[in-house]
């Protein structure tokens, strides 16, 4: 059975750095591309970065652009993300999740597209 498991969420000062993983068992991560959301309270869950299958190709959302840094390790079967230069607007539960897209290079941000998802982990960023 296929399970996602993040970890790395912690209280974060403004301006300071967290790197999330989050690894793959049950299955080998070739052949799946990856995603990082996230989900304030109150708040609809928001794609954060992206990245395709083969690791070539990512895509962030505006906010964290020049900030947050999604990469992937097929032989360690985990996917992170990179996070710097923190603000309390990133404050919110983080999620991986995996989708088994058509082609090696395309990068799905649509959270429709994603058939699994791990449990999240919590990132407060605060003074």
């Known amino acids: 059975q296929l399970q996602l498991v993040e970890s790395g969420g912690d209280l974060v000062q403004p301006g300071g750095s967290l790197k999330l993983s989050c690894t793959m068992s049950?299955?080998?991560?070739?052949?799946?591309?990856l995603g990082w959301f996230h989900q304030a309270p109150g708040k609809e869950r928001e794609g954060v970065a992206f990245?395709?299958?083969?690791?070539?190709?990512?895509k962030y959302a505006d906010s964290v652009k020049g900030r947050f840094t999604i990469s992937r390790s097929n032989a360690a079967n985990t996917v992170w993300l990179q996070m710097n230069d923190l603000i309390p607007g990133d404050t919110a539960v983080y999620y991986c999740?995996?989708?088994?897209?058509?082609?090696?290079?395309?990068?799905?941000?649509?959270?429709?597209?994603?058939?699994?998802w791990g449990q999240g982990t919590q990132v407060t960023v605060s003074s």
């Open positions: 990245i395709s299958v083969n690791g070539g190709s990512t």
């Open positions: 999740a995996a989708n088994i897209p058509g082609n090696t290079i395309l990068v799905l941000t649509n959270e429709n597209d994603y058939q699994y």
């Open positions: 049950g299955y080998s991560l070739d052949g799946f591309g």
